[in-house]
């Protein structure tokens, strides 16, 4: 292992390379994890109504086969041909099959290679940008969370649980050391600043209209945010998420692709935001708030 670790240290290229082809297989993992993670808390959910209408004695009703992130295979929404091994290589089997089915030619979506594609150059770039190192490895954890939780909640209005509440603890938990990203105290202030932070918006908005403006989920997401990177980087992001969140809504409703009264999810631009911290984040700070938050 020591030999790994002093050959990718001095190597940063060799380094960066692995980081791709390591971030394009977990690419594909997580097109699972963003078409699966849904439907899995929307069964659950079911589930738990179905048991508060049941009487007491009644047993929970099962599901009739098992779904996870791990069974059933993947499988062709259309024919439900299972994908084999040789089909399921990152971006090349799409490619090889022309964007379609191998048994009834169906068009596969694009975003399948695009996610795959994204999370390996991320997953370099992060890696190179770092170099080799604990720093590194924990970012690319991050970087992976975030993309899940970018297309989740961009096609589903959800961020689970399951992502964000991990994702904060472990924040604290790296910061414990003296080799973090901010200090222990830094980060549990900024776990508890970040939610509530999003929390008061969510609670002043809806006193103010008497609708809500965010989910919960955006709370626990800023909190994560705030656990890895300390309560310093909580304006930057929430500036960044602000101001990208206003374009990217304005730019839709100029283009008549959806009115103002239509809901549109936070949790992507939070994301987006995090990870220019996890990259830039003294830069961003140092641009955005000169000394004001050192």
């Known amino acids: 292992m020591h030999d790994y670790a002093l050959l990718f240290s001095q190597n940063p290229l060799l380094f960066g390379g692995f980081c791709l082809l390591l971030g394009l297989l977990v690419g594909s993992f997580l097109n699972v994890v963003i078409h699966r993670l849904p439907r899995m808390i929307e069964a659950q959910f079911r589930l738990e109504c179905a048991a508060l209408d049941l009487p007491p004695e009644e047993p929970l009703p099962q599901p009739e086969t098992r779904y996870n992130l791990v069974v059933p295979r993947s499988a062709c929404p259309t024919c439900g041909h299972q994908i084999s091994a040789l089909e399921n290589i990152p971006v090349l089997s799409w490619l090889a099959l022309g964007g379609k089915c191998r048994g009834c030619r169906s068009p596969i979506s694009i975003r399948y290679p695009a996610v795959e594609l994204l999370t390996g150059l991320m997953t370099a770039f992060t890696g190179m940008h ?4 604990l720093h590194a490895i924990a970012a690319i954890v991050i970087t992976w969370a975030l993309i899940a939780l970018f297309f989740i909640d961009a096609d ?3 961020l689970p649980d399951s992502i964000t509440l991990p994702l904060m603890w472990a ?5 414990l050391g003296d080799q973090g990203f901010t200090s222990l105290s830094s980060s549990v202030i900024g776990a508890a600043a970040g939610y509530l932070v999003l929390w008061s918006v969510f609670w002043l908005f809806k ?4 609708k809500e403006g965010m989910g919960y989920g955006d709370f626990k997401l800023l909190a994560a945010l705030g656990a890895w990177f300390g309560w310093q980087s909580l304006p930057v992001i929430v500036l960044l998420s602000s101001v990208a969140g206003a374009l990217i809504g304005m730019t839709m409703v100029m283009a008549a692709k959806r009115g103002f009264g239509k809901p549109m999810p ?5 994301a987006l935001a995090g990870w220019g911290m996890l990259i830039w984040g003294p830069q961003l700070q140092a641009l955005l708030f000169g000394n004001l938050l050192f």
């Open 207 to 210: 006193l103010a209209t008497g």
């Open 266 to 270: 936070f949790g992507p631009y939070l």
């Open 156 to 158: 589903t209005y959800l």
């Open 130 to 133: 770092l170099g080799f190192g």
């Open 171 to 175: 924040g604290m938990l790296f910061n």
